[in-house]
């Protein structure tokens, strides 16, 4: 199966105006200071007026060149050959007049990082009215009215105009690239990865609102994502891009039915890999009412104070109550700033709680130095990033013994017996080839799994891993989430996970607990909580996923509030869709969410903080 | 230790116009301990001079002769050891108490520690030139009080840029890490702040020592240094008191002002390439 | 909008409490340099009369007199006390060596070194930070490298050999040149009327001027290269560039705006330094300010003076620095407002 080329839409020759865009063996390649480093290799593409193409490959595939490429946006760094038609115009040809005619009235481009790629001392307005500026000849005046009429398209307030970036927040920042990218009414707009680092319900939030405002209005669309859910949900076609080259090209069901090309395969088997855990170890069985013994680490009333800046306080936690059996593995999901970091951290001992208790073994923690010390032997913590985890200056080896040098152990067989010993059990096999190996040298699932080594070699009863996986591409994610399903089974390891990513939750907790605003608001067995979830946020939650092949759905508007300006009553009562509804109210219960905050759950569960469950439970 | 295995990493990938740099910084060295060999007392007495004063070059004195009639070659020589004893003894003066106060008012945090801020940013925004001179102008002027003037005025700029390398280093995740495993302030500093801020202490001991050897020439200039000891500022002050400028007598001013020149030069530019060595390699922060 | 930003005082309230914040800081600083001050000039050089008068013919009845009017016998609180008092009614003391009130010789002499300070600084601020933007802008080219090298060499020139030289070439003259300027001073005497005086003033200028212009420009070219190199790998710049505009419009008006704060913080970071190297090229160049007023009292040395001058240069200094701090929010959005 050829890719690419004619399975374009129309199958047109090159330069029909039927193909707004037309990638013809595009090679790129950028000149480093040691080799040449060759990015995209012979790549065809093409997408027709009005069609939703999505590109999907992992990180360092070459999809942000490709959309770099399109625009003629690489640096003198990089030589490119071959062709880019845009529009009828060979964009790697033509004059530099024209290339900046083209530029943005053409296709224009949602850059990934929205708070990298807006000016931070120029007001949103005038970036947005900058290129209609330049390239109608408008008046200030008609520019202006033309910015304000985007804005409100993307669902902002007219006043964001007048705002610095570093004022909006990341989901409003995100709009108003959208709105930037459409100041000129461009015929293609190209989306490289517009969701990423966005929880669920932004995601879909902002996937809503770009299909609506691109394709709804007949423009062409290049999605880039590195999830092919995402993709699969929302565009017509997808190529697949692996290492440079476009090795698939298909509908999505096509693509995602398994696909013709190896490593089409292969990127597959990674994703359905993480779901099919969940069956291949065996679930540990649920404990009846109440644990047996003393929980391993338990929170108990938990309440962390941020002091801010500007004299309010920060509640990040407020009112936990969590506990964590021997060889459990329990799940904290929520959105971005529900508080689980600051949960993870406090739990560790690196933030001293402002109320509440903790206790590992049944004793409680207590923030002087040699109780600190001895609870780090038993509560360890394992972070999001990898790469900048690990101390680029020390060898793995360093990073490793690095925990027994700090408490001066002196591990029976000697120090590089204990450092190979914990490097196997975090399943690196031949352990004595990393000893000298730098960080930078390894790839990041090898990486995450010297920091998990690190962590295990002071022998904890509790490991807190906050979004461990989350920037590792799939395999790797697979690996080590089967590490710490291993580690639960054959060592009776617990772990906290703290993660946005409900599948991932699905796929190795045995228990989940959900947290919006520094509260728990629904704990139980992962079945019932992700499968059958009583709380309206959950359910809000799991709707928002993206599910191959149907179009997502925004299920929750706005954002949640600022904890220091909490709303009375339930705190998830203004976007509560069971309340917004009307349905609450004729139940006879929306008053008391209004005005009744529920009681914080009991530490095991399952329970739920909601009127309306509570409700509906009883009748 | 860590640190030390950055510096030899650093030290291999310096550049040609660094390597030229340090050995011009070699060849004054060099100069400055040979200078008693190859330069007698009597070269340098003011009194029973050599040679007529304001002589242009000859064959006899390749640089001519100063307002006293020393030979200008055997002056500018003599004046590296005064340069170099008091540029070098001040930088140590410097970045010892700037790198200690760095370190300490990046890694803890308190009210000592913002008093001591308010302090390094009150010296820094001192006029250093002025503060020197009126240093060695209430003390008399000397080796000591010039060491010491200079010394006290250019520690707070390393402080400043060390302070905020330790305030990078320690928000980096490993750190937290360090701190989780259970690392005392100790363990920290020690093995990631001090690999993470030798490199920058090196370039700034460098630029100090260029900027060191201005003011102590520019200090001698004014007045301010000990009129026996030869040095290149005090034969530039010598030479416009005897008017030397106006009547044009160029060997005069010329070979000491170059020589602080090229030495400064010589300091900034190895300064430069260690950090422009560091910029390049595997531990560049992410 | 952000939720944050309910509940905030509204935005003419927080400049004010940031304007007020600032000048508290400055006023600290300021007392700050007072207390210095008194422990440079009265307590350091042990006995200030005896430092004054070192190798110096004098006889009892003097030294006597000179003791009371310093009150170098009192105890060192009441010193301090009738130094403050005496401050506040701006009373600097006597010089030594002129026997003239301080804050007379200073009034007189500070005109000059406005004028000599002022033009400088304009002149460099213009070349030095246009030029540092576009050496930056094409780091590696012909410009840049040649730029920056005679930058760099400027910087470690000395100030005061550097005005040796202009003066020896341009003043004195060298070997066939003739020598086209002044060698000293502000005025050539018997010049009288408005414009020739005028004239006669610019061309005393032009030499002293050039030499702080050449080291203050050396400053800023250095300082906004490398802040306009830190921006040059933004990823709004690519932004820019996809919008359409041409290679000086990204650079005019996103790149370079974005320098301006770390600009701004690192040249006032070193106002002191342009007036050391004032302090020095009005020594060189005879020139009728503070400066050569400083040069003068250190070789006395003449304490009153030099404290006098020592506190006014100072307070100048932080002046300029609480006018930098308060600029900071106009150029950068993210600065902190209270």
Known sequence: ?619 | MTAGRAMRRAAGRVDARGRVAVAVIGAYLVLAIAAPLLITPADLSAVGAPGAPHLPPSARFPLGTDVYGRSMLAVTVWGTRVSLTVGLSATAVAIGVGAVAGIVAGHFRGRLVAVLMHVTDWFLAMPTLVLAAVLTGVLRPGAGPVVLAIGLTSWPATARLVRAQTLVVEAQPHVDRAKVLGAGHWHVIRHHVLAAVAPLIVVQASLTVSAAVLTEATLAFLGQADPIVVSWGTTLQQARDAGSVSAGHWWILFPPGAAIVVLGLAFTECGRAVQRALRVGPWEHP | MRGSDRGRPVWPVRRLRHIGAKLAGAVTSQVAVLVAAFLLFRVLPGDPVRAMTRGRPINATQLANLRAELGVDDPLPSQFATYVGLLLHGDLGTSFQYRLPVADLIGARLGATVALVGTATVLAAVTGLWSGAWSAWYAGGVVDRVGTAAAVTLWSVPTFWLGLVLLAVFGGGLGPLPGLFPTGGIETPGVSGFGPVALDRLWHLTLPCLTLTAVIHAQYLLVMRSSVLAVRDSAFLTTARAKGLSDAAVRRRHAVPNAYLPSATLIALNLGGVVSGAVVVETVFSWPGLGSLFYEALTVPDLPLLQGLFLTITSAVIVMNLLADLSYPLLDPRVEVA
């Open chain 1, 1 to 619: 199966m050829r890719p690419g080329g004619a399975a374009g839409a129309t199958g047109g020759a090159v330069g029909t105006p039927l193909n707004l865009l037309e990638v013809r063996g595009l090679t790129v390649t950028y000149l480093t200071q040691t080799a040449p480093l060759p990015t995209l290799d012979k790549v065809d593409l093409d997408v027709a007026t009005g069609e939703c193409v999505g590109l999907f490959g992992e990180s360092g595939a070459g999809k942000t060149t490709l959309a770099l490429a399109l625009l003629r946006l690489l640096p003198r760094t990089a030589t490119v050959s071959g062709s880019v038609h845009l529009d009828g115009v060979d964009v790697t040809n033509t004059t530099w007049g024209r290339l900046r005619a083209l530029r943005w009235k053409a296709a224009s481009i949602v850059f990934q990082g929205a708070t990298q790629a807006l000016n931070p001392v120029q007001r949103v307005g005038g970036q947005i009215e900058e290129p209609i500026l330049l390239h109608e000849r408008s008046s200030g005046t008609i520019a202006r009215s033309r910015a304000a009429a985007l804005l409100r398209q993307v669902g902002l307030p007219p006043a964001a105009a007048g705002a610095y970036p570093h004022e909006l927040s990341g989901g409003e920042r995100q709009r108003a690239l959208i709105a930037m990218a459409l100041a000129c009414d461009p015929r293609l707009v190209v989306a490289d990865e517009p969701t990423t680092a966005l929880d669920t319900v932004r995601q879909a939030q902002i996937l809503d609102l770009i299909t609506g405002l691109v394709t709804g209005h007949g423009r062409a669309m290049l999605l880039i994502s590195h999830d092919l859910r995402l993709l699969s949900s929302t565009c017509d076609r997808i190529a697949v891009m692996h290492a440079g080259r476009i090795v698939e090209e298909g509908t999505p069901a096509e693509v995602c039915a398994g696909g013709r090309h190896p490593q089409t395969r292969a990127l597959l088997t990674a994703h359905t890999r993480i779901r099919a855990l969940r069956h291949r170890h065996r679930p540990r069985p649920p404990s009846p009412a109440g644990h047996v013994g003393v929980p391993v680490l338990a929170a108990d009333d938990l309440v962390v104070i941020h002091p801010a800046r500007r004299g309010r306080n920060v509640r990040a936690v407020d009112g936990v109550r969590l506990d964590l059996a021997a060889g459990e593995i329990v799940a904290v999901v929520g959105e971005s700033g529900c508080g689980k970091t600051t949960l993870a951290r406090a739990l560790v001992g690196m933030h001293p709680p402002t109320g509440g208790e903790i206790r590992v073994d049944g004793v409680p923690l207590r923030p002087t130095g040699p109780w600190l010390r001895a609870h780090r032997r038993r509560v360890q913590l394992v972070l999001q990033d990898p790469g900048s985890a690990l101390d680029p200056r020390h060898t793995v080896y360093d990073a490793v013994a690095e925990g027994l040098r700090i408490h001066r152990l002196r591990p029976p067989g000697g120090e590089p017996a204990a450092v190979a010993a914990a490097l196997v059990r975090a399943g690196l096999q031949a352990p004595e080839t990393f000893f000298g190996r730098y960080p930078q040298e390894l790839s990041g699932g090898l990486r995450q799994r010297v920091v998990i080594a690190g962590a295990l070699i002071l022998q904890p009863r509790v490991l807190i891993a906050d979004e461990p996986v989350s920037s590792l591409d799939a395999a790797a994610r697979a690996d080590v989430l089967t590490l710490l399903l291993d580690l639960r089974d054959r060592s009776g390891l617990a772990a906290l996970v703290i993660s946005h990513d409900l599948e991932l939750a699905w796929s190795i907790a045995d228990r989940v607990a959900v947290m919006y605003l520094g509260r728990i608001i629904e704990v139980g067995p992962a079945q019932q909580v992700l499968g059958s979830p009583a709380h309206p946020y959950t359910a809000a939650l799991l709707a928002a996923m993206p599910q191959p092949f149907t179009p997502l759905a925004a299920t929750l508007d706005g954002e949640p509030p600022r904890t220091s300006s909490l709303p009375g009553g339930c705190r998830f009562h203004p976007r509560c869709p069971v309340l917004l509804t009307g349905t609450a109210d004729a139940a006879g219960i929306g008053h008391a969410c209004r005005t009744v905050e529920p009681e914080p759950l009991p530490a095991v569960g399952p329970a739920v903080a909601c009127h309306y469950a509570a409700a509906e439970h009883r009748s």
